[in-house]
């Protein structure tokens, strides 16, 4: 039988192309989610919308069984099977915690209660949401050192705050495990190890849904605002899809309904928010790929690199902008240099007669072509210094893909993350020529 040949055979085989590429493998017949099904009926729960898939480049996920319109809602999960503090302090940890002092946070107490039912095995009512649950994480508390290193310098500095927030939260908890001790044959130290809590936390971290503070005096002050939402919380987040979530008080369901359409067969999305892909990696893991949030951050020693160093105003110009809260968030996006970062270059480049000037730059007053000139060229230096810091951490990564096959996947994940900076970089380039070009055509015009 020959192929088709003409317009309409092309057009049904890259269609036949495309759904191929997005659509998911069914994984509901796997015994893990038969399991979890089985237990979410029992606590009046069954799903008609969406079945667990497999999908190319997001992985585990939920597809529709059918098309989804606008406004529907996509799932509505009971009460009865959420995993929120109430369910810890009904279990058998509940006195123990009531008589913990100081109180024990909202927080130690799901992570206990994980790491105690992962303990319990089969004898866990929750063992089939603790079975699909990840065996492992990749925030970067969780990734080798020497992966870390490889981070951009703010996000390398947020992972190491990250990683001691972590250790710290283990060492101040041991006291309460302790504590817990009659409820187990085994040591309990080798039951609540580091390696155990950091799996519950980035469990918590990662898959917690949001819901209403609540204030019971067994606890400490920390905000009471995570749920983890058996399920729900396999879908994977998009940042082009807009999403409405919250626990609805009449129904007693955490529900989720969609703002946007979805056809048959199609992974579904939620929107963890509108977060840049460093921030993603941190609290999530992952790195969303042309992620409309995702930018390249400038940071102080960055900022001033190419700017004299004769300039005696320097310092007070630094000190203005930290003032008025301009020397943080300064970004290069895929529309260019932000506003932001333009400002601060543009009173950082004022001249010794112009200084006067430095409110009116804050308000986006232009002061001189000298200084918008200026401001450009210092931006563009920037941005070309970055796009051969991000081509040699490339290159580094690729090398270090060849020796260290044990770290691949870690490196693959930050390797993604430059590679999408880099894209950023690349077209932020292009607009910085653009918006010099102005200059140029005055500069040839005048001569």
């Known amino acids: 039988m020959k192929m088709g040949r003409g317009r309409t055979s092309r057009i049904r085989r890259r269609k036949v192309f495309r759904s191929s590429v997005s659509r998911g493998v069914n994984e509901s017949y796997k015994p893990e989610f038969i399991e979890l099904k089985k237990w979410l009926k029992d606590r009046k729960f069954e799903d008609t919308n969406l079945i667990p898939a497999c999908f190319p480049g997001t992985g585990r996920g939920l597809m529709s069984k059918t098309s989804l319109q606008e406004g529907q809602v996509i799932i509505s999960l009971p009460e009865s099977c959420l995993l929120t503090t109430d369910t810890v302090i009904r279990s058998y940890l509940g006195a123990y915690i009531a008589k913990w002092r100081p109180p024990p946070s909202p927080l130690l107490a799901l992570c206990t209660f994980l790491v105690s039912e992962k303990h319990a095995g089969d004898q866990s009512v929750w063992k089939p949401y603790l079975e699909i649950l990840p065996k492992a994480y990749t925030c970067p508390v969780c990734l080798e050192p020497e992966v870390v290193n490889l981070f951009p310098k703010p996000l390398r500095a947020k992972a190491e705050e990250q990683r001691a927030r972590v250790r710290e939260f283990f060492s101040s908890s041991r006291g309460f495990f302790s504590s817990l001790q009659p409820l ?264």
């Open 184 to 447: 187990f044959s085994e040591a309990v130290g080798s039951i609540f190890s580091y390696r155990a809590l950091l799996w519950a936390w980035c469990t918590v971290n990662t898959r917690a849904v949001y819901v209403k503070p609540r204030r019971r005096r067994c606890f400490s002050a920390e905000p009471d605002t995570c749920a983890l939402a058996p399920y729900l919380d396999l879908l994977n987040h998009s940042p082009r899809v807009q999403v409405e979530a919250a626990f609805n008080e009449e129904t007693r369901c955490y529900e989720i309904r969609t703002a946007s359409s979805c056809r048959k067969h199609e992974e579904v999305f939620i929107c963890y928010g509108p977060h840049d892909n460093q921030r993603l990696l941190l609290e999530y893991g992952f790195v969303s790929i042309h992620n409309p949030h995702a930018c390249v951050y400038v940071s102080e020693d960055i900022l001033v690199k190419y700017l004299p160093s004769t300039d005696k105003q320097m310092n007070k110009k630094i000190s203005i902008l930290k003032d008025h809260d301009f020397i943080e968030n300064l970004t290069f996006g895929w529309d260019g240099p932000s506003w932001r970062l333009l400002t601060a270059l543009k009173l950082l480049c004022l001249e010794a007669e112009e200084f006067t000037c430095w409110k009116k730059i804050l308000l986006g007053e232009i002061i001189s072509d000298t200084n918008e000139k200026r401001s450009l060229d210092i931006a563009q230096k920037i941005c070309h210094y970055f796009i051969e810091e991000t081509n040699a951490v490339l290159q580094k990564v690729s090398h270090m893909k060849d020796e260290e096959v044990a770290s691949v996947n870690q490196l693959t994940l930050v390797e993604t993350l430059w590679t999408e900076e880099l894209k950023i970089l690349q077209a932020s380039a292009l607009i910085l020529n653009s918006l010099q070009t102005p200059f140029r055509s005055r500069k040839s015009f005048v001569n």
